[in-house]
């Protein structure tokens, strides 16, 4: 679910953080560092998503807000320092759709950016297809039920999860930590290995040879992809 996203933030160290959990997430990320550039930027580039401070120089977070909501229904995060429930009400009053405050966790960032996205596609029209096709395997989200060549195949949640996760993007390799952020939640303290035996049972279930996978594959010092089209076996 890569999306091009804005972020505004004068504090070059939260910025460059924030960057890179998104770009992560396989999203494209443009940093500006005030508000008169946020203003600019999001008229011209036309983001999916904006993170946006609301301490920043030359036009506030709010005034920015306030001004691209006149113009615009693209999602935005306000980040504040602010901790009071009227200066939080006030963003949301003036149009944002979520806030952060700080200090915050970027993986709960990363969070909150993949949900408003999620909310923003499906009021779009663009919502989840039930029903996921990636080679020979297909999921189905609705009723739960995994099938590979054609054979019914049973899984626990975790692993229709994991699965499921990976059919959503499929060629894409993830991390165990993303892998992790999406099937147990940010809030989980899960071990990556536990991904791995996940993995480990999936090809079990899913594959003609587990010990040379074809569908699920392992890329070496990055993470697991699902194939759409399987090439040689890896291991």
Do not use: W
Not at 16 to 36: K, P, S, T, W
Not at 126 to 151: C, H, I, K, N
Not at 177 to 199: K, N, P, Y
């Amino acid at each position: 679910m890569s999306a091009r996203i804005l972020v505004a933030e004068d504090d070059e160290k939260q910025s460059r953080l924030i960057r890179i959990y998104l770009e992560r997430e396989g999203n494209a990320v443009q940093v500006v560092a005030d508000g008169r550039a946020a203003l600019e930027r999001a008229r011209s580039s036309k983001p999916d998503l904006i993170v946006l401070d609301v301490m920043l120089p030359l036009v506030d977070g709010l005034d920015v807000c306030r001004i691209l909501r006149t113009e615009s229904d693209v999602p935005i995060l306000l980040l504040t320092a602010r901790t009071t429930e009227e200066d939080m009400l006030l963003g949301l009053d003036l149009g944002a759709d979520d806030y952060l405050t700080k200090p915050y966790s970027p993986r709960e960032l990363t969070a909150r950016v993949r949900a408003l996205l999620r909310r923003s596609r499906k009021a779009a029209g663009a919502a989840e297809p039930a029903v996921l096709r990636v080679g020979v395997v297909e999921l189905d989200t609705a009723r739960f039920e995994v099938r590979v060549a054609g054979q019914p195949v049973a899984l626990t949640a975790k692993e229709f999860a994991v699965l499921e996760a990976l059919a959503r993007e499929p060629g894409r390799v993830f991390t165990r930590a993303q892998i992790i952020e999406r099937v147990f939640g940010f809030d989980h303290d899960v071990q990556e290995r536990t991904v791995d035996a996940h993995v480990m049972n999936l090809r079990r279930k899913l594959e003609t040879d587990p010990g040379r996978p074809r569908h699920l594959e392992t890329v070496y010092g990055r993470g697991y992809r699902l194939n759409d089209a399987p090439g040689p076996a890896s291991s």
